[in-house]
């Protein structure tokens, strides 16, 4: 179990240049933007715009903080992301273009490389106390949260990431002042694909 604290994350441009991305986790350790297994960030979107394509990716897309935004994947209808919204997933190497609803918007992306590893996103209201998984598993917190687990106590400030795997044999319990987003990660055909 390990704690990633916001003020820690990596910094770096978009792969299409329109912006910046906020790297949370990815693997392997130091993969880049063309090469990862899988990959969680965060992005401040603060105009309309294409999105970067990703080759043989899968990707989920959620709204953390603004007035969301509009997708429009592959020339279909129109998706809306606001933060009450469910995690959205769609394939990263499709042509994807966002309008904003009402003003610069920060989503939290994750996106696994299909063939290696599959991933789901949930939106999960606090308290909860999360029994052990097989999944190497994420609690991104969006307010002040607090961490049980067993006689160990922990403290996640907004935006702080705590990560765990299959190795937490007991339960989590998992308190604060909002929900979380709870990101699951597996080896490819461990989690069904949503689309």
């Known amino acids: 179990m390990k704690i990633l604290r916001a003020s820690d994350y990596k910094r770096m441009p978009w792969k299409n240049g ?22 969680i960030s965060m992005a401040t979107v603060a105009s309309d715009g294409p999105f970067s394509s990703f080759a043989d990716v899968d990707r989920t897309l959620s709204i953390l903080s603004g007035g969301g935004m509009e997708l429009t994947i592959d020339g279909g209808l129109p998706v809306t992301l606001e933060l009450n919204s469910e995690p959205y997933p769609f394939p990263a190497d499709r042509p994807v273009f966002a309008t904003l ?20 996103v949930i939106r999960q209201p606090t308290p909860v106390s999360l029994p052990p998984s097989a999944f190497l598993r994420f609690v991104l917190a969006t307010g002040k949260h607090a961490i049980a687990f067993g006689s160990e106590k922990f ?23 909002s929900e979380v987003s709870l990101i699951e990660l597996a080896p490819e055909g461990g989690i069904s694909k949503p689309f």
Request: hydrophobic residues 40%; aromatic residues 8%; proline residues 3%.
């Open 18 to 39: 329109g912006g910046e991305t906020v790297e949370i986790a990815v693997y392997p350790a130091g993969a880049s933007i063309e090469d990862f297994d899988w990959r």
């Open 155 to 177: 403290d996640l400030e907004p935006l702080d990431c705590l990560t765990f795997g299959a190795e937490a044999v007991g339960d989590l319990v998992l308190s604060g002042e």
């Open 101 to 120: 609803i009402n003003g610069a918007t920060t989503d939290l992306n994750v996106m696994t490389r299909r063939g290696r590893f599959s991933h789901r």
